[in-house]
């Protein structure tokens, strides 16, 4: 049985597994308050965690990150779903990741497309950020139509 249920406490006791999904503490330090953090609950535990930024007509989703023994059961997918629901006043949901990342993938099979770029995003990190081998530098730009 799954459960969305948006998280109005305090988000710090969640910090350990978003970290899996935005490595650099400081920079999720910078968006953490300013957003709403949403889990997926399954029978025992928490699934998935989304935070998402909504402004004027777009709504950014920051962080997503499902735990690691519950990946590949479509609970990531389930959460695109519910926030494209939850957000459906807004044109759009967009994500980045790095132009290395397996989260492309994941994003395109979701219904989003590439539409630009952040120039030297990973750059203003704390630590260098590998994935796939690669050290990641440019932020691609994900977005999905809500309307």
Request: hydrophobic share 40%.
């Amino acid at each position: 049985m799954q459960n969305f249920k948006e998280i109005l406490s305090d988000c710090t006791e969640f910090i350990p597994l978003l970290l899996q999904g935005d490595e650099d503490i400081t920079m999720l330090g910078k968006y953490l308050h300013k957003g709403r953090l949403f889990a997926l609950c399954d029978v025992s535990s928490i699934a998935t965690l989304a935070l998402v930024v909504a402004e004027g007509n777009t709504a950014e989703l920051m962080n997503i990150v499902t735990a690691e023994e519950k990946r590949g059961k479509g609970f990531g997918s389930a959460m695109i779903e519910h926030l494209a629901e939850e957000f459906s006043h807004c044109d759009y949901l967009i994500a980045g990741t790095g132009d290395s990342s397996p989260a492309r993938a994941f994003y395109e099979k979701n219904g989003f497309t590439a539409y630009g770029m952040r120039k030297d995003f990973f750059l203003q990190y704390d630590h260098q950020i590998i994935e796939n081998g690669k050290i990641l530098r440019d932020m691609i730009l994900y977005r999905k139509s809500l309307k």
